[in-house]
């Protein structure tokens, strides 16, 4: 009887409570745009589609603050390297410092000359993580598997006895891998990465085009394919100028450790 008279009574919410209430809510997006706005990004893994990466650590404040102002987080990868001697490689280096990013650079062993030695240890100790894209760029699939380590793991020793740490991440030429290329690059001690943006850059003759499609393509937490080339070279800044005024941040995966599996 008591709850049937309760229900029946008018509610009354009289302006100043609606007031309360919206300064409450303006309160919290401030406090989330704030929040979020210096933090440095989250850390990021490889997604199990190997194609994308996955936020650790990433509470449901910082989610509220990226969605709120739009931030979303790209992993930059250039493949092929080197290219002239690392002359492009440079070049890139130089843009990635201006726009205060850091990148992957998968490279092919036999690409690398002892003219190229002075810029790998400039990748490498600048914040840049260096991945094996096999020994030859060769299709990996159909080769038996003494080849197949050579390409593989003979890569990742070269690199190795270059910059002084093992790579832990390898991209397979073309993209093309199988159950037996994935072992091979497991027993190396590397997680292969593909991605799920891709800039054309490798057919692709001018920077406008490269452009268009670099934004196309890019979502958030994408893994974002371009090459050592020219073209990507000279596009380049305007990719990533563009890229931040959409809200972009450019990350780099960690190293899944064993309590960080699913
Ligand atoms: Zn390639």
Redesign the pocket.
Known sequence: MNLRKALAKPIHISVRHIAAAFGVMVLCAGFLLLAGANLPPPRFVLNADQKSVDPLDYPFWREASDKLVGRKYVVLTF??GFYKDGVIDESILDVLRWHHAHAMFFLVCGHLNEAADRVLSEIANTGNIIGD?SYD?EHLNGLNLVDLQHQIEGCSTRITSLTGHRPRFFRP??GETSPQVMQVAQSAGMEQMLWNANSEDSWLKRPDQILSWSLEQTEDRSILLMHDRPATAVALDRVLTDLEQRGFRFVLPIERSPADHP
């Open positions: 493949d092929d894209h760029h030429p073309f």
